[in-house]
């Protein structure tokens, strides 16, 4: 029998109540603003695999322009977050990226997993989040599509989808930039591109980043506060590491494009990363009591002496990430007559890394994690038609994905084993395949009124099997050599070999009606179905006898999404506003828990519902303005804690109740070119960094603000900028041990630099 612990009210639910309503007045006051300046920049995007403007795409959707981004000082993948509504990006370990949408996120950083919000580079799926790396230069375009997307895209587009677009080689002229950027923490980054003509026919670009930086969370000399406490019950002091949360990689980018004929065009894309020797491991441990009914940890004890400093650490092992990715994309495409078009996309990716952290921030030899993928590869090819008609619009393609991953995660330490020498290590191999058919179609009931129906089956094959060894050097009788076979397991329990075996097929649908009220206002109503396929979850405590081999795996996740939405301009084309209300019913939602040192996933139900406003202005000559809004309200039931059979309803992770983004742009005329100064941010309402919602993982509200001072003529940008201008304290991650304690990473701090580009 199940133990329920209520541990949510309704003050979520009342805070999305009033702010839908704030959204609905603002939105009707907006018109009678008194607007003079230029007109906004018309952003094309490809939400749904074809070019349209973004204001005539029925699709809750987010867009940059690369030439945007530098105007606006945008240098990072987090710092999209705090001008798109509904989006969060953490990237609190150097091998990981995770982007969380409307609260859905991949929140387990196990590698064999996929995340629920599908990233793509230039049309191709990424299929592991440890391979999302250097995109962020020489960019066309970024777009965030929110909601489930998987009838275009597929593969596990349940939260929603990021796509960067690199800049194609399809300018005749040469051309090109350089850029280089200083700032604290010895911090250098150096990137240029140049592209032009081959001949008359082909045309080349080629890019390239360098960054390098000492990091901000500073190492401290001897032993830890609580070594000071424990002295001689655990290990020996620590010593002085590297300073963390800093860089060293660069990445390089080759494309070509060739006319074929007067009907067919190819591009040829190689693309790599290498991150060298970066230090890891910058946690800082966190004081936490114990709750008896849940086993998870209480408030953080700011006057015990374990309570780390934001900037500071205690590593007694010196990590170090070291990775390599490589990716060939060819794509083709071919005008077969004047209604039909022919594209095939083609991706070979192949990724090797090596990671090491001091998992525990303590000084002491407790936790030390390694992760080692040699390799992870990834092969994709994509088939699809598309045309239309005098009242209508088609594609249908197919499409097929092959990945193999070779994993190996070792955790040691004195905590668990008794010896500081003491590991256990767990192998993995992944196969993992994917077929899918899909096809959309767009019909013009009348001028006004149109009809939007997609479909995609999707195929999953999946099989793994992993291995834990157990062994300590300085005891040689201590050696366990596979110590737990999945796939004998599952033999020796009666369970059956196919347990170890995935075969899942299941669609994805959307149904849409798009109504223009006028040339200017688009309102929208749709529905889509999700689906997400199922996975394991093997980690170093997973033997014989010691959890049951039923919770390994989890089962497929499906959600059903209903989206109302509207987009308009107005003011002469000086103001942009779009909004979206939506409501998620999830049925076996992936949840992912961290209990009794043990991560997993466990299918859940859960529900969600929010809206999201952006409002675009340019109230003169030299202002700018974006606004954005987020409000939202989640419950995922019965979340599994730390004591067995007691279970939690929880929010979503990662999911404020509102979130307000502002950007403010001042410009003056100041010789040959313009000074203009900016200043924006984002705020947060509270929010839960863990899914099973523990006070320890309670992040109170915060705003992060930035400034910059920017002169720009037709050929050079300066700007002198300041990150998280109020030097705010805000966590990123936490990792909740219970009575134990929390390791935890904070963001940085106050930042400054200066950034000087030259173009041609």
């Known amino acids: 029998m199940t133990n329920k612990v209520q541990v949510r009210d309704n003050v979520g639910g009342r805070a999305l109540s009033g702010a839908i309503h704030g959204v609905v007045a603002a939105s009707l006051l ?172 082909a045309r080349y670009r080629l890019s390239a980043r360098w960054e390098e930086s000492d990091g901000y969370i500073e190492a401290q000399d001897g032993p830890s506060p609580l070594y000071t406490i424990t002295e001689g019950a655990i290990g020996n002091p620590g010593k002085a590491a590297r300073d963390l949360q800093g860089s060293d990689g660069y990445a390089l980018r080759a494309g070509f494009q060739f006319d074929l004929n007067d009907d067919a065009q190819l591009d040829l894309t190689f693309k790599y990363t290498e991150d060298n020797d970066v230090a890891t491991g910058g946690y800082v441990f966190l004081d936490t009591g114990g709750d008896p009914a849940t086993g998870l940890g209480t408030e953080i004890i700011n006057d015990s002496p374990l309570t780390g400093k934001s900037d500071e650490h205690y590593n007694n092992t010196e990590g170090f990430f070291e990775r390599e990715v490589f990716s060939f994309t060819g794509k083709l495409v071919w005008d077969l007559n004047d209604e039909v078009e022919f594209v095939s996309i083609t991706n070979y990716t192949n990724m090797e890394k090596d990671y090491l952290e001091d998992g525990d921030g303590l000084g002491i030899s407790a936790i030390d994690f390694q992760n080692t993928v040699d390799p992870y590869t990834q092969w994709s090819q994509e088939f699809r038609f598309s045309g239309e008609g005098e009242n209508s619009r088609w594609q249908a393609g197919v499409y097929y994905l092959s990945m193999d991953l070779d994993l190996v995660q070792t955790v040691s330490g004195e905590l668990f084993f008794g010896s500081a020498t003491a590991k256990r290590e767990v192998t993995v191999d992944l196969e993992s395949t994917n077929w899918s058919v899909f096809g959309q179609y767009e019909y013009d009931l009348s001028e006004k009124l149109t009809v939007i129906a997609g479909y995609r089956f999707s195929q999953d094959d999946k099989e793994i099997d992993f291995t834990n060894d157990f062994s300590d050097t300085s005891d040689p009788t201590r050696v366990e050599p596979e110590l737990f076979d999945f796939k004998q397991a599952l033999i020796d329990e009666g369970m059956g070999a196919d347990f170890s075996e995935i075969d899942y097929g299941d669609y994805a649908a959307r ?46 996740e499906t959600l059903h999404a209903y989206e109302l939405g509207i987009k308009t301009e107005f003011a002469d084309g000086l103001a942009r ?118 006070l320890a993982s309670t992040e109170d509200s915060y705003s992060v603000w930035n400034t910059s001072l920017t002169y720009t003529t037709e050929e050079w940008r300066l700007s002198a900028w300041v990150k998280n201008l109020t030097n705010e304290e805000y966590r990123v991650y936490n990792l909740d041990f219970g009575a134990g304690g929390s390791t935890a990473m904070y963001a940085p701090p106050r930042w400054m630099g200066v950034t000087a580009a030259y173009s041609w």
């Open 30 to 201: 907006l018109p009678a603003l008194a607007i003079q300046a230029d007109i906004l920049e018309e952003i094309v995007v490809t939400a749904q695999k074809r070019e349209q403007s973004i204001q005539d795409v029925g699709v809750s959707v987010s867009a940059f322009s690369g030439d945007q981004m530098k105007a606006l000082g945008v240098t990072s993948t987090t710092e999209i977050t705090q001008q798109i509504p509904g989006l969060q990006v953490n990237s609190w370990s150097p091998t990981l990226t995770t982007f969380n949408l409307r609260g859905i996120s991949q929140n387990n950083f196990t590698d064999n997993l996929e995340a629920p919000v599908a990233v793509y580079n230039d049309e191709v799926y990424i299929g592991s989040m440890n391979a999302i790396s250097g995109q962020l230069f020489d960019v066309e375009r970024v777009e965030v599509l929110r909601g489930p997307q998987g009838t275009l895209f597929g593969r596990n587009a349940t939260g929603g989808l990021i796509h960067y677009l690199s800049r194609p080689a399809a300018e005749e002229e040469l051309n090109g930039y350089f850029e280089a950027s200083f700032s604290e923490y010895n911090k250098k980054s150096f990137e240029g591109a140049v592209g032009g003509a081959l001949s008359d026919t």
């Open 511 to 556: 149904l849409q009606l798009d109504y223009r009220l006028n040339d200017d206002t688009l309102v929208f109503a749709s529905y889509n179905r999700g689906i997400k396929g199922g996975n394991w979850s093997p980690n170093q405590n997973v033997f014989a006898g010691q959890l049951e081999l039923q919770t390994i795996r989890h089962d497929e």
């Open 577 to 694: 506003l779009n909004a979206t209300a939506f409501y998620y019913d999830y049925q076996d939602y992936q949840s992912f828990s961290f209990t009794g040192f043990t991560p997993s996933v466990a299918n859940k139900d859960a529900t969600a519902q929010g809206a999201e406003l952006e409002l675009f202005l340019t109230p003169g000559d030299s202002w700018d303005f974006i606004f954005g809004l987020s409000v939202m309200d989640s419950e995922v039931d019965d979340v599994d804690t730390a004591i067995d059979g007691v279970t939690v309803d929880a929010e979503l992770p990662s999911a404020p109740g509102y979130s307000f983004n502002f950007l403010g742009r001042k410009s003056w005329t100041l010789g040959e070119g313009d000074l203009a100064l900016q200043v924006d941010g984002v705020a947060y309402d509270e929010q839960f960094l863990e899914g099973h919602n523990s």
